[in-house]
């Protein structure tokens, strides 16, 4: 039976979505090892060049090519690595052309129980901490048949979950000729697709959040109860100078108008920590905004300085106080999630099975399953406790 490229994926839910696209497209390339590799932080590349060396180890003999963001931005820094045989342009990644592999047509893309995908790639932002747009280029939306014809493949491929995903998913359609909101383009999804009874935004930029959106997420059931924030810090004066369009107020807004229309909302955020000129004072709003917003699920980012954006050129703390705040704010949301978790055990929770024994539920609370549970069933499940993050 003919395989495919071994394709090793990085970063952001968006690098999922093209590595399944990158493995279909390359079926028959046996010998071929792709890292999609991820860029936003130093960490991020350091992770990318610890993957090729590990990739090299394993597979000795295989042709090892590198995409993704670090390929663009680091280009010179990982084309000069012994273990890499040759670099693909990130917004070339998708094209069979510049793979030198012969075009097979639509592709079929191996779906997995919830389906990336990828709406809109690229920023037209600039914020001054962030390389990606360096990497990513422009934002550019799929038109509304685009994304239908993606979603109507993966459920053909057996998805039990939608999850639309992207670089900045709130700025899908700008770009495109009548500017249709992000909320329309849900509400085509869910009109055209009954059988889609779970869908799932991916990270979103609060301040741009539409109102079909708004009320879908109130109101619409099969638009899962899971605003993932696009926050990034809790103090307004940080948020100046990170130049993001919105204060500490329209995030406290945002959510407490929501959860007063739904009250099972679960909400995440995105939090750097340490960024420059960040004082103790700017810390304490920090944590207080997880609290504040019930912030269940954080994903802490320790400030990494990116050559090229303007945050790198700022007075930069010592990495020992940044690991400290992050640290600080990480025990903040364990504590937040904790008490949610355990206010979850006794209510019964539609969950869809992961291949590795454990769940999602429609507010991601991750879920530990009976032995045996095939990975794509959503079955319910009522939890007696809550251990180590996982509801049991």
């Known amino acids: 039976m003919t395989g495919s490229a071994e394709v090793i994926s990085l970063g952001c839910r968006l690098n999922i979505s093209e590595s399944e696209r990158m493995r279909a497209m390359l079926k028959g390339e046996d010998n071929l090892v792709v890292i999609n590799s991820c860029a936003v932080t ?31 931005i680091e280009r010179e820094q990982i084309a000069s690595m012994p273990e890499v045989d040759g670099l693909i342009a990130n917004a070339a990644k998708l094209d069979a052309r510049a793979w030198n592999v012969p075009a097979q047509g639509e592709h079929r893309i191996p779906t997995r129980t919830r389906a990336f995908i990828a709406v809109q790639n690229g920023c037209d932002h600039a914020c001054t901490f962030c390389i990606i747009p360096q990497g990513r280029g422009q934002s550019r939306s799929l038109s509304i048949d685009e994304v239908l014809r993606e979603v109507e493949t993966h459920l053909e491929l057996g998805a039990k979950e939608v999850v639309l995903t992207g670089v900045d998913v709130t700025s899908w359609g700008h770009d495109l000729a009548s500017r249709p909101s992000l909320g329309a383009l849900v509400g085509r999804v869910l009109d055209t697709f009954p059988e889609v009874k779970r869908l799932r935004m991916s990270s979103l930029d609060g301040i741009e959040i539409d109102e079909q959106l708004f009320d879908l997420f109130a109101i619409e059931e099969r638009l899962m109860p899971h605003l993932h924030l696009s926050l990034q810090h809790g103090a307004d004066l940080i948020l100046k100078r990170m130049k993001r369009r919105h204060l500490r107020y329209d995030a406290v807004d945002l959510v407490s108008s929501l959860k007063a229309r739904r009250q099972d909302l679960a909400v995440g955020a995105d939090l750097i920590a340490g960024f420059p000129t960040e004082t103790e004072s700017h810390q304490a709003e920090n944590l207080s905004i997880i609290r504040e917003l019930d912030i269940v699920h954080g994903h802490i980012f320790p400030f990494s300085p990116r050559e090229g954006t303007p945050a790198a050129r700022m007075p930069q703390h010592d990495k020992s106080l940044i690991k400290q705040r992050a640290a600080e704010l990480r025990e903040a949301v364990s504590q937040v999630r904790q008490k949610w978790l355990q206010s979850l055990v006794g209510k019964p929770l539609e969950v869809l099975a992961e291949k590795d024994g454990t769940g999602y539920a429609p507010n991601f609370a991750r879920v530990r399953l009976p032995q045996g549970t095939t990975a794509g069933q959503i079955v319910r499940i009522t939890p007696t406790r809550s251990q180590e993050g996982l509801l049991e």
């Open 42 to 72: 130093n960490e991020a590349v350091r992770q990318t060049r610890q993957a090729i060396r590990k990739a090299r180890r394993a597979r000795p003999d295989a042709r090892l090519l590198v995409t993704g963001c670090a390929a663009d």
